[in-house]
């Protein structure tokens, strides 16, 4: 009889009268178990289709219309897609984004990186805590209220230029958020002086993970500390500068506040990036075709930009 | 991580596929609602009537008259109220199509008005004008706010909007630095304001202190003065009004638009003038960082505030002396046209510009000129204020018949996209006047399918 009970024949199986009634409360709990699943996620699927899923559906339809945001919407197929491609002023704000990269990613990454290695030295020292504070501050501070002061920093007779004269660099002093060579680098600056202190923490919450001991057997190898950096912080860190650069990327190609408090897309476009031509395309332009399709052209920019590095950084760490 | 990537690509996939899905069931928004307003004659003026009415408000922020003006009203008709809605000018200019067809407010402050018309969001006030008799005003004070069918061409027509006030703009000066380089009476010719520049200079002071940052180019202030002082301003306001075959790029503009790029070149303007809003401008000229600056009237009452006597203001003379042309607009308010209180609305805003204590508020408050018959009584101003000098200048431009509305206007997007970017070009030495103009024009073209 054992033997028989444990074939595995559904036939034999469904033979048996009381297996099946054990089953069947079986299923049914399985389903009471669904119905409660689905009822604690409920809220937050509600939440996510109407404010996310939705909006974003309705983004890629009103890309292929014509429309004043209020009239009548004649349907133009692939025409606004066309246009973000041909237009310079609008494919010129993609250009922009992805110099803003450099600034946005690059220096809070690399310099994030230095600074982080040196607080772990010093980690046990008041100056360690300080500089914690000081760089986790920006992330604090209201954008608005960073951008409004460091428009007063970049001013012709801001701190900047006061700083440079001072040091007898007349020749240099400018208007840095009015000129158009450097106003874009200027925003960059600030956008990386945001996000260096998100870096340099999220690195060195990394680092405190780093087992000790792998410095002491390369100390022991005759290691100097610049071989230790890249050859253990770095590598172990993959996943933290993973997070950093998708962060990053994510800040610099969506940016809009920064640069809409501190220049609002001038002088002459030299700052205009896709956020801001969005929002100028739809509410002041009413053209909400054209801005709905550089909206779906910039997420499928974000996913190809952050996709890959989402894959790069956790595939080879496992 | 192969799995999630494949269940990312089919979440992306999803959604996209809904996007079709929704685009194939038709596009946003409703055809063109039929004009159910022609601005239907009446036979008796309206009024609020006896019965307790509560008026929906929908205004500026930061412009205390409209409440000033609401409270006295309520005063004087005690059944209406106001429930008011305030956001920055921005914010509305956003929201206004959408306000206007969800959520109609009674009274409204307005944007440009064009795109509102064309989508019939905004009540035909010509039967009230007739009854009421704005017909007879000076022309010129509503002539921004009458618009042919759909919108354009604007300067004629049917009337959508009213001003509680009307603004001038001009030239302010700060007396303390105009004293140190001998300006004793404002300049009557170009030349002579072009002399004191250059004496300002000379003397290390800003000449010009004007905002030209962000996405507002404020040297189309001077622009347009200077246009106005080569050419005809009738023929700057044929363009903004977008009569067809108009243009921008004319050769009295391109001397204007030369002259402005000479100024540049003589270093006349403050050196962050690219970099400067609207704020920071009048920080400066607070400061005393620059001897003139090319502003409106809605500053006169601030000015005379925290420059009590220390201020100046004249309109900026023509090539020749003789006549002078200015920038002048009403404070543009509006009726839903499927306000519930459209009666009383609408004879809110006659009375603002009929009632001898309504007047005095859109003055003392305002600090511009109000509206209303040539011949109705000015409120008292003390003597030696800067309003009594705007409003002064006010006068001066309605007797030359001389008002134009503002080139920032011609279009929705003609100040953020066209002229801005030249402007802040043409100060930054990468564009020519003549490239400028042409530029604008090629955009106002392909805007308005001239």
């Known amino acids: 009889m054992p033997v028989g009970r444990t074939t595995l024949d559904p036939a034999v199986e469904l033979a048996g009268s009381q297996p099946e009634r054990v089953r069947a409360t079986r299923r049914v709990r399985r389903r009471d178990q669904w119905w409660t699943a689905w009822l604690f996620v409920a809220p937050a699927v509600v939440a996510y289709a109407v404010f996310v899923l939705l909006p974003l559906a309705r983004t890629v339809q009103y890309s292929f ?92 007779t801001g701190l900047v230029n006061q700083l440079l004269s001072a040091i007898g660099l007349d020749g240099v002093t400018r208007a840095w958020l009015g000129d158009f060579a450097t106003a874009l680098p200027a925003v960059g600056v600030i956008g990386a002086w945001v996000l260096l202190g998100l870096c340099t923490l999220l690195l060195l919450a990394g680092m405190s993970k780093i087992d000790p001991a792998l410095y002491e057997a390369a100390r022991i190898d005759g290691a100097g500390p610049f071989r230790e950096f890249f050859s253990i912080t770095v590598p172990s860190l993959r996943q933290e500068i993973g997070v950093c650069v998708t962060v990053t990327v994510i800040a610099a190609l969506a940016s809009f506040d920064i640069i809409y408090i501190v220049t609002q897309g001038g002088p002459g476009n030299t700052t205009m990036v896709p956020g801001l031509e969005i929002y100028y395309q739809a509410f002041v332009q009413r053209q909400v075709g054209v801005a709905s399709a550089l909206a779906v052209v910039l997420v499928v920019l974000v996913l190809g930009c952050v996709l890959p590095i989402q894959r790069l950084t956790r595939e080879e760490s496992s | 991580m192969p799995r999630r990537a494949n269940r990312r690509g089919a979440a992306t996939g999803l959604v996209l596929l809904a996007g079709a899905l929704a685009a194939a069931c038709g596009g946003p928004g409703s055809g063109s609602p039929q004009s159910t307003n022609a601005g239907a004659a009446l036979t008796a003026k309206p009024t609020c009537g006896t019965r307790p009415v509560t008026m929906s408000g929908y205004f500026e922020t930061g412009f205390p008259v409209v409440k000033a003006l609401t409270d006295e009203f309520s005063k004087q008709f005690p059944n209406v109220t106001w429930t008011i809605r305030e956001d920055q000018f921005a914010v509305i200019t956003q929201n206004a199509p959408r306000v206007l067809a969800d959520d109609p407010p009674d009274l409204m402050r307005l944007p440009q008005v064009s795109e509102l018309v064309r989508n019939n969001l905004l009540k035909n006030l010509d039967g009230y004008a007739k009854v009421f008799g704005w017909d007879a005003w000076p022309a010129s004070q509503l002539e921004q706010l009458r618009m042919g069918p759909g919108g354009r061409p604007r300067g004629a027509g049917s009337l959508y909007a009213m001003g509680l006030n ?285």
Not at chain 2, 310 to 325: C, L, W
Not at chain 2, 330 to 342: E, Q, R, S, V
Not at chain 2, 349 to 375: C, F, K, Y
């Open chain 2, 166 to 450: 009307f603004s001038v703009t001009g030239v302010f000066f700060n007396k303390a630095l105009a004293g140190r380089i001998g300006m004793t009476t404002p300049p009557a010719t170009l030349t002579e304001f072009d002399a004191l520049l250059a004496k300002a200079k000379q003397a290390g002071s800003t000449p010009i202190v004007q905002f030209n940052g962000g996405a507002t180019g404020g040297f189309a202030f001077p622009l347009q003065n200077l246009m106005a002082a080569f050419g005809d301003p009738k023929a700057i306001n044929d363009w903004i009004f977008q009569k067809p075959g108009a243009s921008i790029d004319t050769p009295t503009n391109r001397t204007a638009a030369q002259h402005l790029a000479d100024w540049i070149q003589a270093g006349y303007f403050d050196r962050d003038a690219n970099a400067m809003d609207y704020a920071k401008m009048m920080g400066k000229f607070q400061a005393g960082d620059g001897l003139f600056m090319f502003n409106g009237d809605w500053e006169s009452g601030n000015l005379d505030k925290s420059m009590a006597g220390k201020v100046g203001f004249f309109p900026m003379p023509s090539a020749n002396g003789g006549k002078v042309a200015a920038m002048s607009a009403p404070l543009t308010y509006g009726i839903a046209a499927n306000a519930k209180h459209a009666d009383c609305a609408a004879t809110f805003l006659d009375w603002v510009a009929t009632n001898q204590d309504a007047r005095r508020i859109a003055v003392e408050v305002g600090g511009s000129h109000p509206m209303g018959p040539a011949d109705a009584p000015m409120p008292p101003v003390r003597q030696g204020s800067i309003t009594a000098e705007t409003l002064a200048a006010g006068a001066r431009i309605s007797q030359d018949d001389s008002a134009m509305d503002f080139i920032a206007n011609a279009t929705g997007a003609i100040y953020a996209k066209s002229w801005t970017p030249q402007l802040q070009k043409l100060f930054a030495g990468q564009q020519t006047p003549q490239g400028l103009l042409q530029s604008v024009q090629g955009d106002y073209v392909s805007q308005v399918g001239n």
């Open chain 1, 65 to 156: 219309y014509e429309w004043d945001g209020i009239g009548a919407s004649p349907w133009v197929g692939f025409d606004n897609y066309g246009r973000v491609f041909t237009d310079p002023e609008l494919s010129g704000t993609i250009l922009n984004a992805v110099k803003l990269i450099v600034f946005f990613s690059g220096i809070p990454v690399l310099l994030g990186l230095a600074i982080a290695s040196t607080i772990r030295r010093i980690a046990t020292s008041r100056l360690a805590v300080a500089a914690r504070v000081v760089l986790f501050v920006p992330q604090v501070i209201p954008l608005v209220a960073a951008g409004i002061a460091w428009s007063w920093l970049l001013s012709s």
